[in-house]
């Protein structure tokens, strides 16, 4: 079956790095979305950055461009967030996931595309 396994998550202040790992196993990696998503106490789940494992394409929310990067290994399924310049806004529960692209405004893309495979995430916490 299919799993998702974040880690990397931690306490660092504002303007501090982390790296998020998520370990998938389970099926086939490749030609399917990959996503990171958060959510802190009272608020909406929202997507962070989000990947299409055949393509490398890479899709972020404004909120993090330039400061997060979504990167992936095939080799070793592993998928991963690189945060850095930190803010304490950044604070939530990171979840990695897997998805299927959909096809909207004329191409296949991830962002906001279906997500149905979910990790157990992993705590952010950024102190100011």
């Known amino acids: 079956q299919v799993q998702l396994v974040e880690s990397g998550g931690g306490s660092v202040q504002a303007g501090g790095s982390l790296r998020l790992s998520c370990a998938a196993s389970?099926?086939?990696?490749?030609?399917?979305?990959m996503g990171w998503f958060r959510q802190a106490p009272g608020k909406e789940r929202e997507g962070v950055a989000a990947?299409?494992?055949?393509?490398?394409?890479?899709y972020y929310a404004d909120s993090v461009k330039g400061r997060f990067t979504i990167s992936q290994d095939n080799a070793k399924n592993t998928l991963y967030l690189q945060m850095n310049s930190l803010k304490p806004e950044d604070t939530a529960m990171y979840y990695c996931?897997?998805?299927?692209?959909?096809?909207?405004?004329?191409?296949?893309?991830?962002?906001?595309?279906?997500?149905?495979?979910w990790g157990q995430g992993t705590q952010v916490t950024v102190s100011s």
């Open positions: 996931a897997r998805g299927l692209s959909i096809y909207r405004g004329g191409v296949y893309t991830c962002w906001r595309s279906e997500y149905n495979y």
């Open positions: 990947i299409y494992t055949g393509s490398g394409n890479t």
């Open positions: 389970g099926f086939i990696y490749g030609r399917h979305c």
